[in-house]
């Protein structure tokens, strides 16, 4: 069992910073692939960022690309989703989710585990 447990959201103006957090519990930390995904009021969850259990390979969303980085520390049992150069449009409440796939993909469905999620405001 892998539980999740995401921070560092918050408020901030358009083209600031934040860093998430995402923690676990799990021992086999190391052996998942971890994904950032957020959802807007009235939107489906979208994919943001997904990074493979070893950090050598990671994808991102279109429309982050550039401005968000996934890393993680596997010594820490952390995820983390640097964004910069925040927009309105990417205010969402944002998850973390851990897939027993090392390589995980772009697609929700697949993850087993998901944090709670923290809320990103970004005003304009």
């Known amino acids: 069992q892998v539980q999740l447990v995401v921070s560092g959201g918050g408020l901030v103006q358009a083209g600031g910073s934040l860093r998430l957090s995402c923690a676990s519990s799990?021992?086999?930390?190391?052996?998942?692939?971890l994904g950032w995904f957020r959802q807007a009021p009235g939107k489906e969850r979208e994919f943001v960022a997904v990074i493979s259990a070893s950090g050598s390979s990671t994808d991102y969303a279109d429309s982050v690309k550039g401005r968000f980085t996934i890393s993680r520390d596997n010594a820490k049992n952390t995820v983390y989703l640097q964004m910069n150069s925040l927009k309105p449009e990417d205010t969402a409440v944002y998850y973390c989710a851990a897939d027993r796939n090392p390589r995980p993909t772009r697609n929700k469905g697949e993850y087993n585990y998901w944090g709670q999620g923290t809320q990103v405001t970004v005003s304009s």
């Open positions: 799990g021992r086999a930390f190391s052996n998942y692939g």
